[in-house]
Nanobody, 121 residues
Framework: QVQLVESGGGSVQSGGSLRLSCVAS????????LGWFRQAPGKEREMVAI???????GVPDSVKGRFSISRDDAKNTTYLQMVSLKPEDTAMYYCAAQILACPTVRRALFWGQGTQVTVSS
């Protein structure tokens, strides 16, 4: 059974930092492209970070310089480091995995259940 389990969310003040983790089981982790996505109430889900199986990473302009993604294949884990958090970063954060391509909002083989991040001003 495949599972992606996120952790590390919580409540922080504006300017604070959090590191989210996503541990995978039931898959050959190193073969997958991984992504972090978020969804705020009333808004569409959006991608915030992608890392390929070879370690190439990318983030959108909205979080560039504040969010970074990494992976540890030995631990079947991907991380999302978030610094200088803003109230608009408040959302449920999900990790996703896709093989032969990278996950998108509309296409991912596997999704986690999400972890809530709340940033207060």
């Amino acid at each position: 059974q495949v599972q992606l389990v996120e952790s590390g969310g919580g409540s922080v003040q504006s300017g604070g930092s959090l590191r989210l983790s996503c541990v995978a089981s039931g898959i050959v982790f190193s073969r997958f492209c991984l992504g972090w996505f978020r969804q705020a109430p009333g808004k569409e889900r959006e991608m915030v970070a992608i890392i390929t199986k070879s370690g190439d990473a990318g983030v959108p302009d909205s979080v560039k310089g504040r969010f970074s993604i990494s992976r540890d294949d030995a631990k079947n884990t991907t991380y999302l480091q978030m610094v200088s958090l803003k109230p608009e970063d408040t959302a449920m954060y999900y990790c996703a995995a896709q093989i032969l391509a990278c996950p998108t909002v509309r296409r991912a083989l596997f999704w986690g259940q999400g972890t809530q991040v709340t940033v207060s001003s």
